[in-house]
């Protein structure tokens, strides 16, 4: 995605030497033929996501508080002071609807700078860092909504892993995200640079949480079909035994 060639000639010489490409996503395909390679060059297929492990939740939104996973690690890219942001204007009794749960590590003067803003805002008792794990796919099952706030996503991992966990999908309208959840079909999209848009977002989940959990579930099972790794693997020798054939 933020690829830069030492030769002004590299995207030339790659769009005349004949090759096929794939991109994990169409954010990736769009950004490369823009810079002048051949759209009939580049077959997108999406990167592939490990489906096992994940704990099959019995049920979504059915707690008192709705409780946010928000995953990855810990730093001014991935965006979690936006969502510190959001929160600190919330209306009080709407914030006390939510639990959030930050998952990774960081640097720990960026950490300890998050959790200063979150000490000002008052936030202590919505907002928790949880450190890292290695058993983050079945710490999933304990949420319903999987937060993320990041600059840019040339695929978007964490996003498919909490469609595959049965979470309800809250993340920015950058990158790779928007083709992934399908303009609110499988999750919610919000403006990362616009806390307000974000607080509303979540907000509306709080009153529409039918509506939220229906979504994630079919998220779930479209996540299951489009972004497995041994489906988009059969993806890849398919495309590569149509090459070969040409």
Same mark, same amino acid.
């Given at each position: 995605?933020?690829?830069?060639?030492?030769?002004?000639?590299?995207?030339?010489?790659?769009?005349?030497?004949?090759?096929?490409?794939?991109?994990?996503?169409?954010?990736?395909?769009?950004?490369?033929?823009?810079?002048?390679?051949?759209?009939?060059?580049?077959?997108?297929?999406?990167?592939?996501?490990?489906?096992?492990?994940?704990? %099959?939740?019995?049920?979504? =939104?059915?707690?008192? *508080? #709705?409780?946010?996973?928000?995953? +990855?690690? !810990?730093?001014? &890219? $991935? /965006?979690?002071?936006?969502?510190?942001?959001?929160?600190?204007?919330?209306?009080?009794?709407?914030?006390?609807?939510?639990?959030?749960?930050?998952?990774?590590?960081?640097? %720990?003067?960026?950490?300890? =700078?998050?959790?200063? *803003? #979150?000490?000002?805002?008052?936030? +202590?008792? !919505?907002?928790? &860092? $949880? /450190?890292?794990?290695?058993?983050?796919?079945?710490?999933?099952?304990?949420?319903?909504?999987?937060?993320?706030?990041?600059?840019?996503?040339?695929?978007?991992?964490?996003?498919?892993?909490?469609?595959?966990?049965?979470?309800?999908?809250?993340?920015?309208?950058?990158?790779?995200?928007?083709?992934?959840?399908?303009?609110?079909?499988?999750?919610?999209?919000?403006?990362?640079?616009?806390?307000?848009?974000?607080?509303?977002?979540?907000?509306?989940?709080?009153?529409?949480?039918?509506?939220?959990?229906?979504?994630?579930?079919?998220?779930?099972?479209?996540?299951?079909?489009?972004?497995?790794?041994?489906?988009?693997?059969?993806?890849?020798?398919?495309?590569?035994?149509?090459?070969?054939?040409?």
């Amino acid at each position: 995605m933020n690829f830069i060639p030492f030769s002004p000639k590299c995207y030339k010489k790659i769009n005349s030497d004949g090759g096929r490409f794939i991109a994990i996503s169409d954010v990736i395909k769009n950004t490369w033929v823009k810079k002048g390679i051949s759209p009939d060059k580049i077959t997108r297929i999406y990167d592939g996501v490990k489906t096992g492990g994940f704990l %099959k939740k019995e049920a979504c =939104f059915e707690g008192k *508080k #709705i409780k946010i996973a928000f995953c +990855g690690s !810990v730093n001014e &890219f $991935k /965006g979690q002071e936006r969502m510190i942001e959001a929160f600190n204007i919330m209306p009080v009794e709407k914030r006390k609807l939510f639990c959030v749960d930050i998952w990774g590590s960081g640097k %720990k003067e960026y950490v300890d =700078f998050l959790k200063e *803003k #979150i000490s000002q805002y008052g936030l +202590g008792d !919505v907002i928790f &860092f $949880k /450190g890292y794990t290695d058993d983050l796919y079945r710490k999933l099952s304990e949420y319903d909504v999987g937060m993320n706030c990041s600059n840019s996503e040339a695929f978007g991992r964490v996003t498919v892993e909490y469609m595959l966990a049965g979470l309800l999908a809250a993340v920015s309208d950058t990158g790779a995200n928007p083709e992934l959840i399908q303009n609110g079909k499988y999750g919610v999209l919000f403006n990362k640079d616009d806390p307000e848009d974000i607080c509303n977002k979540l907000i509306w989940i709080s009153e529409n949480k039918d509506k939220a959990a229906s979504v994630s579930e079919k998220a779930r099972i479209y996540a299951e079909e489009s972004f497995s790794i041994e489906n988009n693997s059969r993806r890849f020798i398919e495309y590569y035994k149509t090459v070969c054939k040409q």
